[in-house]
């Protein structure tokens, strides 16, 4: 005769949190296939292949009076889609007032002077629709005292490098001002 009640999977349970417990507390490389430590890198989704924070304090953002106009191409290049994609992710990054950082560097986030712009450098500008083989792959380098870079193989790569960037950014309340952790991140 079989036994029809229902069986427990508690104990399943608390041993899949129990695993999940170590593994976050744990100084295991976590990630895929790449280099990433919790301990040390920014918390960004989807979890980039690399990740890590390249020392130093945070670097304060200065965007100028148009937020869109934060992000730059190259001389002589342009991409309707980077274009509407700069004006959304200014509106996101971006939504609030700040004051301007004192020249010399801010007292609250060290010497170096302001970020004013990230530059977006695409290999291939080609927009027609992505498909399973678009190279998606971009990197992100966001270093004190040096402009932000984020180079991509394709517009498609730097669409994925706007949305980490709009995750690394933060607000202060206090300073009201913009900041980004020095990073390097490849995905």
Known sequence: ???????????????????????????????????????????????????NLTGGPPVQIEPPADPAGFFGLPAGSSSPLLAAAFSRYAKTIFPHSWRQAPAGG?????????LTSLLVLVGDWDESHPTLRTDESYSLDVRSGQPAALRAATVFGALRGLETF???????????????PCVAIRD
């Open 106 to 114: 801010s007292r609250v986030f060290g010497p170096s002077s302001p």
């Open 1 to 51: 005769q079989l036994d029809r009640r229902p069986q427990p999977v508690l104990m399943p349970a608390l041993i899949f949190l129990a695993h999940i417990g170590w593994a976050a507390n744990s100084d295991q490389t976590v990630g895929l296939g790449g280099s990433f430590s919790p301990q040390q890198a920014p918390s960004v989704w989807p979890l980039p292949f690399s990740s």
């Open 166 to 180: 709009s995750q690394l950014v933060t607000f202060d309340f206090d300073v009201e001002a913009y900041s980004s």
